[in-house]
């Protein structure tokens, strides 16, 4: 299975862009790039995923590199909600289970 | 927006007795998911299933645990006789199958096993 790297921990001001980074350098064709996060005490949450395409949702952006060996997740304007760790997974185009790694820990100061 | 249910939302049981967690998975989702969460740790697959079957599991999934979708509506999760070690929160999740797999989380059940 391919993996993905991420940063441990990341941190960011309120109300700034976060660039949160992920490599996959053994993806194949068929690999979604899907970006979960999951919040304190609460179940893991999709955000976006893509193919090939950068990606736009009402949650954060999906910037895919030419080659596909890395993306990077965007959240515009980071808000206090958005601390949370963020997970970069590889998913096939059928039901294949979600299998998450470390993620990057986000902290949001105020 | 659709969501997955779960209950209950806490449940503590003595060592060696029976737990069934519940789920209600989105309503038009073919594909779904046990996962669970030791506290402090990674969120870990247990199970997916798909077509009244189980499809993939881990090695955390040993005899002791069972899934059954026992009508159109509800997934639940059985573990048979609990150890101190089944502590964790259970995750319960289901998707379409489509455009990727995305998959949809409900929000957790507590089990603490004392």
């Known amino acids: 299975d391919a993996k993905t790297t991420q940063p441990n921990s990341m941190e960011s001001n309120e109300e700034e862009p976060v660039h949160l980074p992920c490599n996959h350098s053994?993806?194949?064709?068929?690999?979604?790039i899907h970006w979960y996060r999951q919040l304190p005490s609460q179940g893991p949450e999709y955000v976006i995923h893509?193919?090939?395409s950068n990606v736009n949702n009402r949650m954060a952006s999906l910037a895919i590199a030419e080659d596909r060996k890395s993306s990077t997740l965007i959240l515009h304007r980071a808000t206090l909600r958005d601390a949370a760790v963020y997970y970069c997974?590889?998913?096939?185009?059928?039901?294949?289970?979600?299998?998450f790694g470390p993620g990057t820990s986000l902290s949001v100061i105020p | 927006e659709p969501e997955v249910t779960q209950t209950p939302s806490h449940q503590v049981t003595q060592m060696g007795q029976e737990v069934i967690l519940r789920c209600v998975p989105i309503?038009?989702?073919?594909?779904f998911y046990w996962y669970r969460q030791i506290l402090g740790q990674k969120v870990e697959f247990l199970v997916s299933?798909?077509?009244?079957?189980?499809?993939?599991k881990s090695e955390i999934f040993d005899d002791q645990f069972s899934v059954e979708r026992p009508d159109g509506s509800n997934f639940t999760l059985k573990i048979r006789s609990t150890k101190l070690e089944d502590s964790a929160m259970y995750f319960c999740?289901?998707?379409?199958?489509?455009?990727?797999?995305?998959?949809?989380f409900g929000e957790g059940s507590w089990l603490t096993v004392v």
């Open positions: 997974i590889l998913g096939k185009t059928s039901y294949d289970k979600v299998i």
């Open positions: 999740a289901s998707s379409s199958g489509q455009w990727g797999n995305t998959i949809y």
């Open positions: 309503s038009n989702h073919l594909y």
């Open positions: 893509g193919l090939t």
């Open positions: 053994t993806i194949s064709g068929t690999d979604y």
């Open positions: 299933f798909y077509n009244n079957e189980i499809s993939e």
